[in-house]
T-cell receptor, first 111, second 117 residues
Framework: QQQVKQSPQSLIVQKGGISIINCAYENTAFDYFPWYQQFPGKGPALLIAIRPDVSEKKEGRFTISFNKSAKQFSLHIMDSQPGDSATYFCAASSRRDKIIFGKGTRLHILP | DTEVTQTPKHLVMGMTNKKSLKCEQHMGHRAMYWYKQKAKKPPELMFVYSYEKLSINESVPSRFSPECPNSSLLNLHLHALQPEDSALYLC????????????????FGQGTRLTVV
């Protein structure tokens, strides 16, 4: 019930391509869905987040798509660049609960 | 200032040592967190402080002792650690309104890379 399932575990994309990472959840009480980007040896940094009252949120090359009925959300990185190579964590939380992280996706963008 | 600052960046300690990790934020956040992260794994929550009071302890062994001296500072005191405690220790903070944590943004520090020998 508290899990957030993230896929794929690792992803290789050509420079300029679209990177897509998917997450699914069960707990309908979750009302906040952030994505974190983490470079080796650094702490996670909030990349973009969405609440379930919208189906899509875009910030620059990063877009979250949210499907409330399917309890799924995904991160799309358009025009992927080598500097986007990092580990990405999806997460979910509710007002009274801690943030639950997915297991992470290691993204590598080929130059 | 949107930074969470952690010191030291790296720490090597023996199993009989006592050391402390420090975390500081000046964003006015009243919720502060300690996470532990092993390689290729997501962060695992250890402790949550809300308004300088310990509100969540995720069944962490007593060899880890948190402290929140004021609204800007968070410490993690370490004593008699084991080699399996080697990990990246992350501090984070977020806003708090009334009785609810506002999970609108959680800011993480760069972490302390801890090695127990």
């Amino acid at each position: 019930q508290q899990q957030v399932k993230q896929s794929p575990q690792s992803l290789i994309v050509q420079k300029g391509g679209i990177s897509i990472i998917n997450c699914a959840y069960e707990n309908t009480a979750f009302d906040y869905f952030p994505w974190y980007q983490q470079f080796p040896g650094k702490g996670p940094a909030l990349l973009i987040a969405i609440r379930p009252d919208v189906s899509e949120k875009k910030e620059g090359r990063f877009t979250i798509s949210f499907n409330k009925s399917a309890k799924q959300f995904s991160l799309h990185i358009m025009d992927s660049q080598p500097g986007d190579s990092a580990t990405y964590f999806c997460a979910a939380s509710s007002r009274r609960d801690k943030i639950i992280f997915g297991k992470g996706t290691r993204l590598h963008i080929l130059p | 200032d949107t930074e969470v600052t952690q010191t030291p960046k790296h720490l090597v300690m023996g199993m009989t040592n006592k050391k402390s990790l420090k975390c500081e934020q000046h964003m006015g956040h009243r919720a502060m967190y300690w996470y532990k992260q092993k390689a290729k794994k997501p962060p695992e929550l250890m402790f949550v402080y809300s308004y300088e009071k310990l509100s969540i302890n995720e069944s962490v062994p007593s060899r880890f002792s948190p402290e929140c001296p004021n609204s800007s500072l968070l410490n993690l005191h370490l004593h008699a650690l084991q080699p399996e405690d080697s990990a990246l220790y992350l501090c984070a903070s977020s806003r708090y309104k009334g009785t609810q944590v506002l999970n609108t943004e959680a800011f993480f520090g760069q972490g302390t890379r801890l090695t127990v020998v």
